[in-house]
């Protein structure tokens, strides 16, 4: 049972322009999301992350989009960079440390 | 340098062997995680434990064992009874309060 899903395995945008992650969950219950990226052989990096009382964060060319009656949220990074290509998951925590990934998607930055 | 280490990066074994994924964070962090990646697929947790010789298991727990004897330390033993051994493993931490969890670099195991 996926509670978080992404769905589209990959995205291939220009240098310099906007990319938008997407993720979906099911579960009404996670209060906390996360952004993390990961190089090939490496472990996760957090990125950045939303609490479901807000509905934007932002952090330099990073900002997390949540849409909690549609259970949706997005991750916006602009401009991208040649750097920011890398999977991205997406993870929805409740009770503290029950925590869920989405599947990642693969983010191509072409200069 | 405060973080999080896995060894080997790579292990190869043989099918009905035992094996130990070592994990160690110096982050002071009262949580630790041990996940499983295979691909197209998300992060699958297989074990947690939120504090020194306690855990408790993940939505895979199943063929895999774990250790919490220090709060530095959190091994994973993956034992003959697990199906489909050969995948990427990760470890991380976290404060118990929850927040981010910082991941080490992975354990790659192929079993043959």
């Known amino acids: 049972d996926q509670q978080v899903k992404q769905n589209s395995p990959s995205l291939s945008v220009q240098e310099g322009r906007i990319s938008i992650l997407n993720c979906d969950y099911t579960?009404?219950?996670?209060?906390?999301f996360l952004w993390y990226k990961k190089y090939p052989a490496e472990g996760p990096t957090f990125l950045i992350s939303?609490?479901?009382?807000?509905d934007k964060n932002e952090d330099g060319r990073f900002t997390v989009f949540l849409n909690k009656s549609a259970k949706h949220l997005s991750l916006h990074i602009v401009p991208s960079q040649p750097g920011d290509s890398a999977v991205y998951f997406c993870?929805?925590?409740?009770?503290?440390?029950?925590?869920?990934f989405g599947a990642g998607t693969r983010l191509t930055v072409k200069p | 340098d405060g973080g999080i280490t896995q060894s080997p990066k790579y292990l190869f074994r043989k099918e009905g062997q035992n094996v130990t994924l070592s994990c160690e964070q110096n982050?002071?962090?009262?949580?630790m995680y041990w996940y499983r990646q295979d691909p197209g697929q998300g992060l699958r947790l297989i074990y947690y434990?939120?504090?020194?010789?306690?855990?408790q298991k993940g939505d895979i727990a199943e063929g895999y064992s774990v250790s919490r004897e220090k709060k530095e330390s959190f091994p994973l033993t993956v034992t003959s009874a697990q199906k489909n051994p050969t995948a990427f493993y990760l470890c991380?931490?976290?404060?118990?309060?929850?927040?981010?969890?910082?991941f080490g670099p992975g354990t790659r195991l192929t079993v043959l």
């Open positions: 982050l002071n962090h009262d949580a």
């Open positions: 991380a931490s976290s404060t118990t309060s929850g927040g981010e969890q910082f």
């Open positions: 993870a929805a925590r409740k009770n503290n440390n029950d925590m869920r």
């Open positions: 434990s939120q504090i020194v010789n306690d855990f």
């Open positions: 579960n009404s219950m996670f209060d906390y």
């Open positions: 939303i609490s479901s009382i807000k």
